[in-house]
């Protein structure tokens, strides 16, 4: 990105950059992305997604990374998505497991797009949903 500034509306704050501002953007829709994950889990019978500003600093991170992969591919997916998700989940050493667990690392979506249970392929696609329709960008 530019290190183009915009300026703020408030006289008091120093100006930011554009990469600032669009890391910002990006919080925000992050934050945006997963209330929505977590109300849709808890209609699911899903209680495990704590709020927002209580979630782990890895979970946080992981939704980070799936929003500015639509904000730089706004035609991506939701299988791309995934498979961006489990790339990073591999990396980090996770495995499938049948049940998630944060401390051994296991996962029961760690499988291709096309083997993950409908609720799951909904959350993905709701997911690229919101994060499109908090940035502006069509459907």
Not at 30 to 43: D, I, K, L, T, W
Not at 70 to 76: A, D, K, Q, V
């Amino acid at each position: 990105m530019s290190n183009v500034n915009v300026k703020v509306e408030n006289p008091n704050q120093a100006e930011v950059s554009q990469e600032q501002l669009m890391q910002q953007v990006a919080i925000l829709t992050a934050r945006s992305a997963h209330e929505v994950n977590r109300a849709y889990c808890r209609f699911l019978g899903d209680e495990s997604q704590a709020p927002w500003d209580n979630a782990p600093d890895w979970q946080k991170a992981s939704i980070m990374n799936g929003v500015i992969a639509i904000m730089r591919n706004p035609s991506l997916t939701p299988a791309q998505s995934h498979s961006c998700w489990m790339a990073e989940k591999l990396k980090e050493s996770w495995v499938y497991g049948p049940v998630r667990d944060t401390v051994a690392k296991t996962h029961p979506y760690l499988v291709p797009y096309d083997k993950l249970p409908r609720e799951q392929i909904l959350k993905d696609v709701l997911f690229g949903a919101v994060v499109r329709a908090s940035l502006g960008i069509p459907q």
